[in-house]
C-alpha cells in the first residue's frame, strides 16, 4: 500500500531564511510525487511534480524539491522565504495513468515570522 | 491542465438532510476522484468514479451515505447523505490528465 510520511506537523521560519520540508513516500514501483499548498479557506495549489527524469525539480513561487529513490524522500526547498509562503503544504504520491489515485501525507503548517 | 468549477463553494446544513456537491470539468477525463478533508486534517480519498459504472469507494466510505453520480466523462456529483455533525469537512473533486491532479477549490460543509 502507498504511503506518505510528513513528519513536521508544524515549522517556523524567519522571513528571508530557507526552507526545507520533508516528506518520505512508500510506494512499489516508480512513484508520481507531488506537492501541494492550501492557504487558510483557499483549495489545493500544485506547487510541483516529479514523473521522471531529472531528480531536481522546479516549480511555482521559487520552490524546487529533489527526488532520492536511495532515502525515497521528496524533501521541498525555498532559499528565501516570503511572509506570503505561510500556509500549510502536503506532499502526495500516485502512480502512472489517469485511474491512479493520490495518498497525500498529514500536512505541515508553516508559519513565517516577520 | 484542466480547470474544474465546483459547488457549492460551502454550505450550512441541518443534520438528518443531504447535501449534493458539483464538479464541471472543462474537458473528458476518464476518472474523477472525491476527497474529503476534516478540519485540520490532510486529505482522504472517498470514491474513484469511472463514467458508465459504479464508483469505488475506499475502506471506511460506503454508497449509502456518499453516493456518486458520473453520467459523463466531464461532471460528477457527490451526495452527503443523512448528514451529522461529524460530516462538517472540506469536500473536493479531483481529476488527472496526464500532468498531474488538479483539484476544484472545494466545498466547506457545515453541519449544524
Known amino acids: 500500500a502507498q504511503s506518505v510520511t510528513q513528519p513536521d506537523i508544524h515549522i517556523t521560519v524567519s522571513e528571508g531564511a530557507s526552507l526545507e520540508l520533508r516528506c518520505n513516500y512508500s510506494?512499489?514501483?516508480?512513484?508520481?510525487l507531488f506537492w501541494y499548498v492550501q492557504s487558510p479557506g483557499q483549495g489545493l495549489q500544485l506547487l510541483l511534480k516529479y514523473f521522471s527524469g531529472d531528480t531536481l525539480v522546479q516549480g511555482i513561487k521559487g520552490f524546487e524539491a529533489e527526488f532520492k529513490r536511495s532515502q525515497s524522500s521528496f524533501n521541498l526547498r525555498k532559499p528565501s522565504v516570503h511572509w506570503s509562503d505561510a500556509a500549510e503544504y502536503f506532499c502526495a504520491v500516485g502512480g502512472p495513468g489517469t485511474a491512479s489515485k493520490l495518498t497525500f501525507g498529514t500536512g505541515t503548517r508553516l508559519q513565517v515570522t516577520l | 491542465s484542466a480547470v474544474i468549477s465546483q459547488k457549492p463553494s460551502r454550505d450550512i446544513c441541518q443534520r438528518g438532510t443531504s447535501l449534493t456537491i458539483q464538479c464541471q470539468v472543462d474537458?473528458?477525463?476518464?476518472?474523477m476522484f472525491w476527497y474529503r478533508q476534516q478540519p485540520g486534517q490532510s486529505l482522504t480519498l472517498i470514491a474513484t468514479?469511472?463514467?458508465?459504472?459504479?464508483?469505488?469507494?475506499e475502506s471506511g466510505f460506503v454508497i449509502d451515505k456518499f453516493p456518486i453520480s458520473r453520467p459523463n466523462l466531464t461532471f460528477s456529483t457527490l451526495t452527503v447523505s443523512n448528514m451529522s455533525p461529524e460530516d462538517s469537512s472540506i469536500y473536493l473533486c479531483?481529476?488527472?490528465?496526464?500532468?498531474?491532479?488538479?483539484f476544484g477549490s472545494g466545498t466547506r460543509l457545515t453541519v449544524v
Open positions: 468514479a469511472n463514467q458508465g459504472s459504479e464508483a469505488t469507494y
Open positions: 510506494y512499489g514501483a516508480t512513484p508520481y
Open positions: 474537458s473528458q477525463v476518464t476518472m
Open positions: 479531483s481529476v488527472e490528465t496526464g500532468y498531474g491532479y488538479t
